[in-house]
């Protein structure tokens, strides 16, 4: 299984995409620990779309055939650190995808949360801190047609499509994150 990160980048014709390890992948409920190699990390909440069938070069057309639920995380990076790499050309891997980096919450039925009417908030320690609809079925359906010109899309494989709210992170804060009302992520950071 690999969890694929994807963001639209103003002014870029196509997508940043991030391939995550297995240990970036963190289950909600744990506490996240802020780790000590940078000295501020930010969160954003992103729409999960888990892939229920094999595909490679899956047409626009067939993509909604290839998930059945949809669900939040929590990506976390450390934004001082990957400006310093960009600048110097260095892989971003070392302030996006170290181990524990995206919070992995529950999925639904996609009939369920309604992609397009959907509605996700995230709130930090019971205040608001974003609130987006999630992507369109449409979008959702271009992005997973694009992904797997490049990569073999298998069962169990997550799609990340970022949102742009960037939430600092402090410590003994909890974060929740939902779907219509339904709890996806809640964490608390140590």
Not at 123 to 135: H, I
């Amino acid at each position: 299984m690999k969890t694929i990160r994807i963001k639209t980048i103003e002014g870029f014709e196509h997508p940043a995409v991030d391939i995550l390890p297995d240990s970036a992948l963190q289950k909600s409920g744990k506490p996240f620990f802020v780790p000590d190699f940078a000295d501020r990390f930010i969160c954003q909440t992103a729409t999960a779309v888990q892939i229920n069938r094999l595909g490679k070069n899956i047409g626009e057309r067939f993509a909604h055939r290839y998930y059945d639920e949809i669900g939040l995380c929590l990506s976390i990076e450390a934004p001082e650190l990957l400006d310093r790499l960009r600048q110097t050309g260095a892989p971003w891997a070392l302030a996006t995808a170290f181990d524990g980096s995206v919070i992995t919450g529950n999925v639904f039925p996609k009939e369920e949360v309604m992609p397009g009417e959907g509605r996700a908030t995230t709130t930090v320690d019971g205040n608001e801190a974003a609130s987006f609809t999630l992507p369109e079925a449409a979008e959702i359906d271009r992005l997973i047609a694009y992904l797997s010109r490049f990569f073999t899309l298998k069962i169990g494989d997550c799609i990340l499509i970022e949102d742009s709210h960037e939430i600092s992170l402090t410590i003994n804060s909890r974060i929740l994150a939902c779907i219509n009302g339904k709890e996806s992520v809640n964490i608390r950071v140590k």
